[in-house]
């Protein structure tokens, strides 16, 4: 079984009279990509922030690699890395400023050459002496990935880390991820509205509604339960759909172009639906079964 | 270790931003117009204020000289330093808070006591350097364009006159008492910043405060007579007792205490206030 890297028991944080969070508990396993799921004001950021010691919650408990946040805050913050809502840095420095500014405050030794190699490594090389100020929303979102990576931490806490990426941005963080998870066996939480990229990406998650956290578990266990979508390419696509109607007469079929369909069917079925389809004539180009995070996500957060 | 990189990077951080040179260029440019107006018309001033004891005394030698000059400068700058520091200082920690950068500096593994008091160390290297370049321009450009000579000065005893192998210490010592009055606005200002998210709020109010508390010491009501000993404000005029004959050492010695009161309070204030915030922004 692998080691918990985190542990949070039902914290809770109010703000006033608003609860922000009320019963929030998950746990993370070492090399763990961790999705972080929730609708807007679910509680994600506050949680986050009383992972990181920004903000103490009224109750509960964290601990980070076996240790109590609030007891060992500068021992566990020395092997994390974290990006919080928007990488935000000093406007009137260079990237290479901030960099540096923030190197000295770690515990490991960085130098110049170090700083330079990361730069490049996240596509910054050459913009090193620019202002903050004058970066885009992308560049700016890869500086705060080389601030969050600069002093090789064992847990890096990635918040929304795609927003405002272009795609092939948005392919590098996630080949990123997936180098940091395979290569360096880091523990990673990644909180993003891109559901298609916490599939693609975590293998554990939690989603929080409410101030609660509402499900945790493996990513492809949990959606195993749910009905796949498939999606097929065929030679005669009103034939098709009166085959499978007649099948399943409640089935509800969506169509998405001249020659594909999609419905919904469990895994088992479908072995028998494209048997009945071929047995009637009709020609399949391709068959694709997927479950969609999106259904799920929103499946479990209208419950 | 820590600490002190992270003092390092408070000042790094003073210096790279451009606000923080106002205070500097504010200060060249008003002792620059003081000098120019007094290397013009200089004596007349002198004879404005000598003339009510031209009957009893006569005065001889250089009497406009450098000595008197800083004196004047001081005088007349003093008031307005307050405003300059807390333009840098008052932005020190609610600026992290408006720019964001809060939350990454809350995550790096420093305590928030370390991070807070390498903030007023920086303050305070900050006005140190403000105080230094005053005494640059008032005393030592002062003493290069109108000479030395003795310190004529003008208190409510009377007229004062300072031996000029005996004004020296004395200047060292009132800059000493003005740093540690200014770096009490320091603190004061850095403490409000602790309060808020808002970068202007803490100027502002440490402006107000200021100002509040001279009206109180200047008011002659005896409902603040009570209160007058303990402003913040009363004490920053008492690098002038440093110019008295004899010295008052008791009067600046009980500004000290109160200054360095000051200071303990609003560190100790800004530290618990700091440790308890939530960071939301």
Redesign the interface.
């Known amino acids: 079984m692998s080691e918990k890297i985190i542990e949070i028991k039902s914290i809770a944080k109010k ?1 006033g009279l608003f609860e922000a969070v009320k019963d929030v508990s998950f746990h993370v396993n070492q090399g763990d990509v961790f999705g972080f799921l929730g609708p807007n004001g679910a509680g994600k950021s506050t949680t986050i ?1 009383c992972m ?5 919650p009224d109750s509960g408990s964290i601990e980070i690699f076996g240790k109590s946040i609030f007891k060992h ?3 566990i ?2 092997r ?1 890395g ?1 990006i ?10 260079s990237a290479y ?1 901030n960099l540096e ?2 190197s ?4 490991v030794s960085i130098g110049k050459k170090e700083i330079y190699n990361m730069l490049d490594f996240v596509g910054l090389g050459g913009r090193e002496q620019d202002k903050f100020s004058s970066f885009s929303h992308g560049m700016k979102q890869r500086l705060g990935i080389a ?1 969050t990576l600069l002093h090789n931490p064992d847990l890096i806490v990635l918040d929304e880390p795609t927003t405002g990426l272009d795609p092939q941005g948005i392919i590098d963080i996630r080949n990123l991820i997936l180098r940091l998870k395979n290569e360096q066996h880091k523990t990673v939480i990644l909180s993003s509205h891109n559901l298609a990229e916490i599939e693609i990406i975590c293998n554990r998650m939690v989603i929080i509604n409410k101030g609660v956290s509402v499900v945790e578990g493996d990513v492809k266990a949990l959606m195993n339960n749910e009905d796949l979508v498939v999606r097929l390419e065929l030679s005669d696509k009103d034939k098709s759909k009166a085959v499978i109607l007649s099948q399943y007469p409640n089935i509800q079929i969506t169509d998405i172009n001249d020659t594909s369909i999609e419905l919904p069917m469990e895994k088992s079925k479908i072995s028998e639906l494209n048997k009945d389809l071929v047995q009637a004539g009709i020609g399949i180009f391709s068959i694709e079964a997927k479950r969609k995070l999106e259904d799920y996500f929103i499946k479990m957060v209208n419950a | 270790m820590i600490f002190i990189k992270s003092i390092y990077n408070e000042v790094i951080k003073i210096a790279l931003k451009p606000r923080s040179y106002l205070g500097i260029a504010a200060i060249t440019v008003l002792v620059g117009v003081i000098l120019f107006a007094l290397k013009s018309d200089g004596m007349s001033i002198i004879s404005f204020v000598t003339s009510s004891f031209e009957q009893t005394l006569s005065f001889e030698g250089n009497v406009l000289n450098g000595n008197l000059v800083a004196f004047i400068i001081l005088q007349m700058l003093i008031v307005q330093i307050p405003l300059l520091i807390a333009l840098v200082t008052g932005d020190l920690v609610s600026g992290e808070a408006a720019m964001g950068t809060i939350r990454l500096l809350l995550t790096q593994p420093i305590s928030r006591t370390q991070l807070l008091l390498s903030k007023f160390m920086a303050g305070g290297i900050y006005t140190l350097i403000v105080i230094v370049w005053l005494g640059f321009m008032s005393v030592i450009m002062g003493k290069m364009l109108f000479g030395t000579g003795d310190l004529m000065v003008l208190n409510s005893d009377g007229l004062v006159i300072l031996q000029e192998a005996d004004v020296n210490w004395r200047y060292l010592g009132g800059f000493l008492v003005a740093f540690l009055a200014l770096f009490t606005v320091s603190s004061l200002s850095i403490c409000l910043s602790c309060f808020t998210d808002n970068s202007i709020g803490p100027i502002v109010t440490t402006m107000s405060i200021i100002l509040l508390f001279t009206i109180i010491g200047t008011l002659d009501v005896h409902v603040f007579d009570s209160v007058r000993p303990f402003l913040l404000t009363t004490h920053m005029a008492s690098w002038r007792s440093f110019f008295e004959d004899p010295l008052p050492i008791q009067d600046i010695k009980n500004s000290i205490l109160i200054l360095l009161i000051h200071n303990i309070l609003l560190i100790s204030i800004s530290i618990y206030v700091f440790n308890k915030k939530d960071i939301t922004a």
């Open positions: 703000f922030r990181l010691s920004l903000i103490k805050r500068n021992e913050l020395s994390t974290s919080i809502e928007k990488p935000d840095f000093y406007k009137y420095l400023k500014i923030f000295r405050l770690s515990r601030q």
